[in-house]
């Protein structure tokens, strides 16, 4: 136990403290304590069966995954609404992910559970796969891991030459409760009051199954079927500077969301289309537009056509060759048929774009357009009509669009109405952009009498929610360049 003193001294009226001396000695206390670990080497040291690196990254995984929770709950506070926002679009975080439905809603003074502080193996799609990562490293300093390309809930881990996907992520849910549905509170002090990890873990679980009531005001919220109804068969959305383009799949209508967070949901299929390496109308989409992209920077990218005309196979004959394992056709009527949207998919054997055939029956698909057309029994142009060179593909990108941001779609950046039109630099409100609007906008700026601007939202035209000289510039730039 550390003994030793401080002298205090005063000097002109100051005093201050001098520092005495320290030194250990022993007591006649004894401590029996369990060696100290963190939580990477507890589950190495539980799970691990020392059979093999890749062996002990699995064993480790399993036992995570059968212990671990995605999140703790807690005491929820005072919902509030935050800024002049209201429901607004955003895109996903994360590479797997399409789009948010944000709300404008918070919560203030939430309070923090001891059962969430206590359990310590809480990890979400990022902290899973961080802390499979860190394992393996524990294992062996020779193993190297990298984040997937293609879902951010996993890691690609390599070690002589051999690589495996791990991750994942806590099982169940953790919520905001009200301090009216708590089962249990503890207590410190002489009040013998004691727990484990399994208790801990136990309680989360009770309380992310605790029914509570929806207090968010929607009134006003907007859903993925209000989008669906706006775009149509296909329409640029603008979520803020930062555009897509969504378009319907079909006319079910049908939706595959969940929540997130506050009153926020993530659209993870069903019938909203959304472009993601995609080229649209000659811009690039990665989740949302990049503006400046080229062919040489995404050359196995989908391309979508918005407009065009496909063949649809109507009727057709044929049989099974049990020789071939393939059908042989006698005879197909075609017709041709305007489809909005038409999803072409890069074939690297091929080295063509092959469009995507979901409409029509069961025979009405590319390869059986290809069979069709090898065996003579349709017209090549069918196939042709469904195929797309490299030429064609840089015909449709040259097309002057990649540099600029699409001028015509709909809002939902939370500060519009939603599913507001938009017609970029269309000051006058009729629905085309012309030297008509130029002119309305430098009598606005001038102050002239009786001049009105009739959708401001238009001429914003470097997003800053104001109009001034410089939305001025960038608008008769854009005239320019047209």
């Given at each position: ?148 390309s293609s879902s951010h809930a996993h890691i690609i881990v390599t070690y002589n030459g051999e690589s495996k996907t791990y991750g994942g992520q806590g099982n169940g849910e953790g919520q905001g409760i009200s301090e009216d549905k708590l089962t249990h509170i503890f207590k410190f002090g002489d009040t ?291």
């Amino acid at each position: 136990m550390p003994v030793g003193t401080y002298e205090e001294h005063i000097e002109n009226s100051m005093s201050y403290y001098v520092r005495g001396y320290y030194k250990w000695v022993d007591s006649d206390v004894k401590l029996t304590l369990p060696p100290l670990c963190d939580d990477c080497d507890y589950l190495i040291n539980t799970y691990a069966t020392g059979e093999g690196f890749f062996s002990d990254m699995s064993a480790v995984q399993s036992g995570f995954s059968s212990i671990c929770l995605y999140s703790g709950s807690f005491i929820r506070g005072e919902l509030y609404r935050t800024g002049e926002r209201g429901w607004r679009l955003t895109p996903g975080f994360h590479v797997d992910q399409s789009f948010y439905i944000y709300s404008p809603y918070s919560r203030k003074d939430n309070k923090s559970l001891f059962a969430s502080a206590l359990y310590p193996y809480r990890y979400d799609s990022l902290g899973f796969p961080g802390m499979m990562g860190s394992v393996s490293k524990r294992l062996s300093d020779e193993s190297t891991y990298e984040w997937s390309s293609s879902s951010h809930a996993h890691i690609i881990v390599t070690y002589n030459g051999e690589s495996k996907t791990y991750g994942g992520q806590g099982n169940g849910e953790g919520q905001g409760i009200s301090e009216d549905k708590l089962t249990h509170i503890f207590k410190f002090g002489d009040t013998n009051e004691a727990t484990t990890l399994q208790d801990a873990k136990a309680r989360l679980i009770e309380y992310a199954k605790v029914e509570m009531d929806d207090d968010i005001p929607r009134e006003d919220e907007l859903t993925w079927a209000k989008i669906y109804d706006v775009v149509g068969d296909g329409a640029w959305v603008d979520m803020g500077n930062s555009f897509t383009y969504l378009y319907q799949k079909d006319d079910r209508a049908s939706f595959s969301n969940d929540e997130w967070g506050v009153g926020n949901k993530l659209y993870w299929g069903g019938s909203l289309g959304y472009c993601r390496d995609t080229w649209v109308d000659g811009r690039y989409i990665a989740k949302t537009f990049v503006k400046g992209a080229t062919l040489e920077d995404y050359p196995e990218a989908s391309v979508m056509l918005t407009e065009t005309t496909v063949p649809v196979i109507t009727e057709c004959k044929k049989s099974w060759d049990r020789e071939t394992s393939s059908y042989v056709y006698s005879s197909a009527e075609v017709e041709e048929t305007v489809q909005k949207n038409v999803l072409f998919r890069y074939d690297k054997e091929e080295q063509v774009w092959k469009a995507n055939v979901n409409w029509g029956g069961y025979d009405n698909s590319f390869s059986a357009f290809k069979t069709l057309t090898e065996q003579g029994i349709i017209d090549e142009k069918y196939l042709g009509m469904l195929t797309l060179t490299r030429e064609d593909v840089e015909k449709i990108i040259a097309n002057g669009n990649t540099n600029r941001k699409p001028e015509k779609g709909y809002i939902y950046d939370g500060y519009s109405p939603q599913g507001t039109p938009f017609v970029k630099g269309d000051c006058n409100d009729d629905g085309e952009f012309t030297v008509a609007d130029l002119v309305l906008m430098q009598k606005w700026l001038l102050g002239t009498n009786e001049t009105d601007v009739e959708n401001w939202r238009n001429v914003d035209m470097n997003y800053n929610r104001k109009l001034d000289v410089y939305d001025l510039c960038l608008l008769r730039r854009m005239l320019v360049e047209r």
